[in-house]
């Protein structure tokens, strides 16, 4: 009797010693899964730019710039991510992916407080730095905290579906944010919708806090050298004449129609346009992105002549671009804006497996970060320049842009195997 009244006490401590693991387990994975979801919250709340709908009127009107200035300006700020990179890279290996992601929401806070603060060139050039240093400090640790966080939850495999709701929620805050920043610019003062962006990224540092840091017990590889990690991706390029072709096609065209971007706010006021309304122009593009974003994988998937659709798809913003420059009514203006901020946009999903495919696999994320490298140098070196043609004549501008595409899509010579 004593035996089984003692087996019966061992098998009561066994079951509770299981239980409390298993709980102390669901709560552990409670708090990875935690990560997951605010992580979207964080990208809802970090795409409150309210400034994105009126952001060249902030600049001409309240900061007294000349197109080309902003232009340089921009230039000033795609130069400086690059600075960062690496070093940024290193504070999120070497110290934490939570604390990266809080500095970086905190330094672009205080970037857009300085930014509202006074209009002069040299403020913007430190807000400038500060959000180059935010932006470099989140964009690419965002991505490793997700996937470390995947890791421990057993389901790395979902990283593709993961990354592409985070964009989608940040996409969701600016469609928001936008109509809003436009109401405040019109009624109270531009400068206050800049200074206002603080109220959003101080919320995205607090929440950045309660996340759960998932990289301190994975194993870490080593960092190498920036050069060689650089030389490695110009490597692979230079001797893949494929995946050479595919990201040169990839990148030109892109960097072109980026620059509607920065110069739809002047269409629209040549338009007159009233400026309470830009907002909503900037969150339909925004709905638009999502739309194409995720019909053009399934749209492709579908269709046996790559190629073609490449070339189609491609030229639909060249044709857009060069409607633009000779047709001034806004019921059919606006509509060409959306149309080539959705092609354009939307086109590089159409090289992703080609790209992917040349790639080796240990040399992927070096290669892939070479060509957003090359693909930011060109955009600062072209930003000078589509300024100076903008202030000279914006219809010609247009006209530019858009043959160049239409040539560039004529004389392009990736094959239908290579997508």
Partial sequence: MTLKRSKLKQEIVDFESNYKIIEEDRIIQGKWKS???????????????????????????????????????????????LVFEMPCGAIADYI?????????????????????????????????TLWAFGAALTSGTNQAFIYDTLRKLGREHEISKVMARNRSFMLLGIGISAPVGSIIGAYLSL???????????ILATLLSMTLKEPNHD???????????????????????????????????????????????QVYLEALNFQLIYFGFVSASMTVIQILFNNVVPTLENR???????????????GIGFILMSVIFFIPISIPLILIVIGFGFSRSLIFVK????????????????????????????LYPLVGYFVMWNLNITFILLGTLIIVFTLISRIKDEYL
């Fill in 354 to 381: 080609g790209i992917n495919k040349q790639i080796e696999t240990e040399n992927r994320a070096t290669v892939i970060s070479t060509i957003n490298m090359i693909a930011s140098l060109i955009r600062a070196i």
């Fill in 191 to 201: 400068n206050l919708v800049m200074s206002l962006i603080f109220i959003p990224f």
């Fill in 303 to 317: 269709i046996n002549n790559k190629r073609r659709f490449l070339q189609i798809y491609t030229m639909i913003p």
């Fill in 35 to 81: 990560n997951i979801w605010k992580s979207y919250l964080i990208q809802f709340i970090e795409g409150f730019h309210l400034i994105s709908g009126i952001l060249l009127p902030f600049f001409l009107t309240w900061g007294k710039l000349t197109f080309v200035e902003v232009m340089f300006l921009q230039s000033y700020f795609t130069i400086m991510i």
């Fill in 96 to 128: 934490s992916r939570k604390f990266s992601l809080i500095l970086g929401a905190l330094s672009t806070a205080f970037a857009a407080l300085i930014y509202g603060t006074y209009p002069h060139i040299f403020i913007f050039i430190v807000g400038e």
């Fill in 218 to 264: 994975l194993e870490r590889k080593k960092l190498d050298n920036y050069l060689t990690v650089i030389k490695s991706g110009f490597n692979e390029l230079k001797n893949n004449q494929t995946l050479r072709l595919l990201a040169f096609e990839m990148i030109i065209t892109e960097s072109m129609v980026f620059f509607l971007i920065w110069t739809y």
